[in-house]
Structures are given as C-alpha cells and as structure tokens.
C-alpha cells in the first residue's frame, strides 16, 4: 500500500480539527496502535499551531503519505518568504516527542512541516 491523501482547508483554527481526525483515520488505516494514533493526532495539532502564525492568505494543506506501519504527514500554509517556524519552543519540543523525522522546508512562500509516525515493534 502506497496511497497519498490530500487535503486543504482554510488556514484557520476552527479547521485544524479536521486535519487532525483526517490524520487519525488514515493512522488506523496504516496499522498504527491507539496511543501511536493519538501521538500523531497530538503531533499534527502541535504542526498546525506552529504554522497557523504564518499564513498569509491561503490555505491549510495537509498531505498524508500512507503505507504499512507508517504515515507520513506534510502540512503547509503559504506565508511571508523567508518565514521560519520557532524551533525553541514548546510545540517544537512536543513535535519531537510525538513524532519521527520532524523537519521543516520552505519553497517561496510555501511553508511546510513534515512529519512521519510508525508502529513500534511490540515489546517482548
């Protein structure tokens, strides 16, 4: 299984929700444990809050890469160029904790923020 689902919404926090139930579901679809699921869950809301300040106009986009144990989650919003997201705070720090592969890229105005998320090998 290698499916994308994309997904774009307006840039507003009333709409995050959305990103997040979207990003859940497809977790369960991707064989993702509950507490893996709400990891992801948490880490997409900590993703959106980071970016949310940035947007200039257009929309909240969230790009799900689906596959056997592991989702792969880019958001974006289009912002001022040369934007950057705070890396010193407390949503930077919870990114870590809740996610792997944690990175942010920007391309003109696009500002985006990757993410993956997979299943732990069961403990012995």
Known sequence: MSDIVEISVPADSGYVSTLRLTAASLAAHCELTVDEIEDLRLAVDEACALLLPHANGGPLT???????????????????????????????????????????????????????KRRQAPRA
């Open 62 to 116: 969230g790009r799900f890469e689906l596959a056997i144990g592991k989702l792969l989650v880019e958001v974006a919003v289009s912002g001022a160029v040369g934007a950057d997201l705070d890396r010193s705070g407390f949503a930077w720090a919870v990114l870590g904790a809740l996610a792997e592969d944690v990175s942010i890229s920007s391309q003109g105005s696009r500002l985006q923020l990757s993410l993956s």
